[in-house]
DNA sequence: ACCTGAACACCGTTCAAGT
DNA sequence: ACCTGAACACCGTTCAAGT
């Protein structure tokens, strides 16, 4: 038994059943081990979840000129590390709620770039390829707000919460509507008319132009 | 007793303790009733949380002419209705995550847009104004993401959570290192040096830039 | 050193019973 | 029609006791 051990095995209960199921209990069973035990490595329930969301944010890579073209400069570094962010998102889904809203542990850390080592590295990573502190600190805020945005919309769709794994699925699909919700639409033609494009999924579209987009605005800040 | 009066009074119990506050047998006390009778009008705790979301929500406001200037065009309804959502998150940040985080009933609802009258009056708005199917629900999607990621980066900032309202207040003040973090501080001398810039509140400043850029990124995608 | 049984306070929820 | 007492299953957490 290891604090490591527990926190992998509820990172597993999360990502199969959701934050909620999460009890000190259920997770000594899934460890063989009375609830009781796990209060040798982990100090109560909180701290447990804090060390969760550590791990998670800890598999983040900082890419390395192993991972680049040197002629992709500073736009290739944010695009690797936010596709790596992205790729945690997509792995955790149940998770990523947690590394969202957990308030840091300091100021300077912002989710869900939430470790020093993270913000270390990207600061250095920006530093080298020719930003200022201020623009690199610029660049911090607004790259964790679009990686917050985009990442955690995508989990909040993809049914993260899943608290209710039992939900009584009723007859039907259920993203179709049934007569209530169509009643209700109905009142709504906008919606109605464009509830096909509206349902499409454009996840990967939506995150490859973001993020162009935040490169060309850092750039501007960048060049002047 | 209502389920309006319930809703209410979570939200308050929210604002003041937080979501981990709102248990059926506190907010029973706070209604001088018995938790067993908040189950004639609200289909457990689940539920109540899900109307405690929708009451909120249904307080953004769609700007109308009344609050435009109608040389303001389809910006000036985006700049109007961005700030009226950041005033709801301003106003309730410990319930902004389950704005956030709470999977939408359909599809097509993204937060923190999530209920039909709030989109079908987007939707609209931006095509009273010129826009196309396309381009409203393109704008639909990037407008959502700009929101939730800033937003929630606020309130969590600002100590959403706010759960552990008991924490322990050791000496000295929370935003200042203490021994621990000032020793793993100094293996990140970046993040160290720049630590007075990264934990300065830039969020209006932010917030406006990140807007700006969004509605440059629109009219690009607008005009073409 | 590590695990557990028993206990406590608190929780969501149900349901028969009160008024 | 509305509220409640009692009950059940489950929870986080503590601590003395086991091995």
Do not use: C
């Not at 790596?84 to 969202?100: M, Q």
């Not at 995508?154 to 209710?164: H, I």
């Not at 109905?186 to 973001?210: I, M």
Request: net charge negative; charged share 30%; aromatic share 6%.
């Amino acid at each position: 038994m290891s604090r490591h051990r527990i926190v992998l095995a509820a990172i597993d209960l999360i990502d199969a059943e959701g934050v909620t199921a999460v009890t000190m209990r259920r997770l000594g069973a899934a460890l063989d081990v009375e609830a009781m035990s796990l209060y040798r490595y982990v100090n109560g329930r909180e701290d447990l979840l804090e060390a969760v969301v550590d791990a998670l944010v800890d598999t983040i890579e900082i890419p390395t000129v192993g991972h680049l073209q040197p002629v992709d400069g500073w736009q290739g570094f944010l695009q690797v590390l936010a596709h790596d962010v992205r790729r945690l998102a997509a792995e955790h889904p149940a998770a990523f709620p947690l590394i969202a809203t957990r308030h840091p542990a300091a100021p300077w850390l912002r989710p869900p770039l939430r470790s020093l080592r993270v913000v270390e590295g990207f600061l250095e990573g920006l530093m080298a390829r020719g930003f200022t502190d201020a623009q690199a600190v610029e660049a911090y805020r607004a790259f964790t707000s679009f990686l917050l945005g985009h990442l955690l919309l995508e989990a909040a769709m993809r049914g993260a919460e899943m608290s209710p794994v039992e939900e009584p699925l009723d007859e039907g699909d259920a993203d179709l509507p049934n007569r209530d919700e169509e009643l209700s639409l109905r009142d709504f033609p906008s919606v109605e008319r464009l509830r096909d494009a509206l349902t499409e999924d454009h996840a990967d579209d939506e995150f490859e132009k973001a993020l162009e987009h935040l490169l060309v605005r850092l750039d501007l800040e960048h060049a002047q």
